[in-house]
Every structure is written in C-alpha cells, then in structure tokens.
C-alpha cells in the first residue's frame, strides 16, 4: 500500500485498487499507511486510518484535555523549580521554613503565629499530588521524579519540573500514582505533537466518496489507534 503524493492524495491498496483521500497528512503518509484498515461491502469499501492533527494543539487545552481532574503546575526554570521546592515544604502561612519557627523569637521575627504545613505537603505525604521531572532530549518526556529512566539523564533531565495534585473529590479506590503516570505519558505525547484525527471515508463501488466521519484530538498513538480499531 503507498500514497501518492501531488495535488491530490491517492492510496493505492495492494490489490491495484486507487482511492482519492478525502483527508490526508503531506507531512506523514506513513502514518497513513501504517493505520489504514480497508473493509469492502456490499455497497462498496470503508478506508479508515490516522492523520496528525496539526492544529490540535493549544495551550488553552491543557485544563480539559490533559490535566482534568488535577491542579498542576509546570515550570520554565531553575528559579521557578527553587521556588515550587520552597512552597512544598515552607509554611502556609508565611513561606519561611519550618526551622525557621523554633521558638517565640524566631516568630516574631519572621511576624508569624506558627508554623502551619502546606496544604501541597499533606498531598504529597499521602500519595494524592505527585512532583515530577522532565528529560529532554530532541523530543521530552515527563514522568514522576526519578523514572525517567534515560542514560543521559545526568546532562537531560530536569529533576523539578512540576507538581500535579489531585482533586480533594477523587475517591480512596483510585490508584492516584498510576493515574499521574498515566496523565504524565499524555502530556508527554501532547508535548510533542502526537495528536490524531480519526478518519473514516465511505466509497461506492465506483470508488467514488459517499461519505466522510471525523473524530479530531486523539493524544498518544497507541490511544489514537486503539479508538480506530474500537469504532469499526
């Protein structure tokens, strides 16, 4: 099977078979070929396959697309990760270390009452928010601090890129760790482009296009191919 690439996309199935795409990818036919599923009928033949979805990442996105259900922050720098590390450990009230409300005069110098834990601190010590790292090597990759796993992560990785929490609603019977694993491996894909559009196109027997089904803003490859699969 190959696409034939001018100012019209054509795959041509391996039987000899040609079909105009009513929606192609110049920049990827392989992505094209790799998931095309052909299915004759009666009536004449369904191709259903993948594009990348160029425009299917904005920034805008990210509350509802990756991050539901959890408070996140994702850091640009050094001073930023310096900062995050203080706010997870310094005091609610006051930002000041807990060492730093030892006795009646550390407190009125720094003008605080006491010392009073983060709320990000609880959430961390029970498993319900995750700080996590950043490799980046050409493309990046998040996961929760310490598995991103790289040879070269002594040069690439970022070990304070960021913290997700999760919702005070989400019940005991969530595995919170593999929910932030999972939720991290989205962002990575969504960081580095791996969207889809699901395409369905519909032909006659004369191969000529009778209808075209669309689903935009798939994340991750092997998500974007399992939904092919599942709507056929």
Partial sequence: MQVKTSTTHTVVLDDGREFALPISDPYDNNTIT???????????TTLSYLVTDEIGRDWSDLDDE???????????????????????SGCDSCGYAPSDHDSEEDLDYIGCEGYVKPRWRDKLEAGRAFLFEKYEHGQV????QGEASMVDRQWDVSAVAGIIVADD????????????RSTLQ???DWC???????????YDNDGNITDVDTCWGYIGYENALACLKEDL
């Fill in 34 to 44: 790799d998931t095309m599923i052909v299915t004759d009928h009666t009536n004449g």
């Fill in 66 to 88: 990756v991050f539901s259900g959890w408070e996140y922050m994702v850091l640009d720098s050094q001073r930023d990760a310096d900062e995050l590390s203080d706010k997870v």
């Fill in 141 to 144: 990759r998040y996961a929760l």
């Fill in 169 to 180: 609603d989400w019940g005991a019977d969530v595995d919170m760790k593999e929910m932030a």
């Fill in 186 to 188: 989205t962002f990575t």
């Fill in 192 to 202: 580095n482009g791996e969207i889809y559009a699901v395409i369905r196109a519909h």
